[in-house]
């Protein structure tokens, strides 16, 4: 079946430490997002590419890297810049071509910082 | 800048009973789409309805429909014969239909927690 993988579900880090956060989709899509999810405060995007090799800062960049050199695959850093990485990280695609397209999400993965 | 505002931080419907979430948004624009996502104890957000602007219909599926009010900027969603199922986190978001830049990104409200009482 087609869909959003993530990995780990679960993610423990030290400070100081940097930590890839893996998105990885088979639905042949061309936009991939990502999201920080805490408590009250929504969604919030943090980085989002519509083709390989390109992507864009969203609302909360700082502290934070992505790279897309393939289609399928947007993995996520999180850097030690990040002050307060504990969150949850939320992956999705979409087809960029279409505009009111819906935005499909990974399960997700869940960071502490110890 | 649009915004998306979700008026009802909690709401509680006892089950098979009928439920509204409030949603309204801001925007200058005139043609737009509008979404409500849900996300049940899981955390896997799952698209629930959608709504084209330029569509004076609202959208329907199955016990979920939406009363979208497009001038008064306004777009709630109901959910008839709520199941212990529906328990779950609702959220409004908001879509340009500009295909450019920074207007592909979802604007989200801040979320509902709907829990059905048995």
């Known amino acids: 079946d087609g869909g959003i993988t993530q990995s780990p579900k679960y993610l423990f880090r030290k400070e100081g430490q940097n930590v890839t956060l893996s998105c990885e989709q088979n639905l042949n899509h061309d936009a991939m997002y990502w999201y920080r999810q805490d408590p009250g405060q929504g969604l919030r995007l943090i980085y989002y590419?519509?083709?390989?090799?390109?992507?864009q800062k969203g609302d909360i960049a700082e502290g934070y890297s992505v790279s897309r050199e393939k289609k399928e695959s947007f993995p996520l850093t999180v850097t030690s810049a990040q002050k307060n990485p504990t969150a949850f990280y939320l992956c999705?695609?979409?087809?960029?071509?279409?505009?009111?397209?819906?935005?499909?999400f990974g399960p997700g993965t869940r960071l502490t910082v110890l | 800048a649009q915004t998306v505002t979700q008026s009802q931080p909690e709401m509680s419907v006892q089950e098979a009973e009928t439920v509204t979430l409030s949603c309204t948004y801001d925007?200058?624009?005139?043609?737009?789409?509008l979404f409500w996502y849900k996300q049940p104890p899981s955390r896997q957000m799952i698209l629930v309805i959608r709504?084209?602007?330029?569509k004076q219909q609202n959208a329907t599926e199955n016990r979920f429909s939406v009363n979208f009010q497009k001038a008064a900027k306004s777009f709630s969603l109901k959910i008839s014969d709520s199941q212990l199922g529906d328990a779950a986190m609702y959220f409004c978001?908001?879509?340009?239909?500009?295909?450019?830049?920074?207007?592909?990104?979802?604007?989200w409200g801040l979320g509902t927690s709907l829990a059905v009482n048995p």
């Open positions: 590419s519509q083709i390989v090799n390109d992507f």
């Open positions: 925007t200058s624009e005139s043609d737009y789409y």
């Open positions: 709504q084209e602007a330029y």
């Open positions: 978001a908001y879509r340009s239909s500009i295909n450019a830049g920074n207007n592909r990104k979802l604007i």
């Open positions: 999705a695609s979409s087809k960029a071509q279409i505009a009111g397209g819906e935005q499909f």
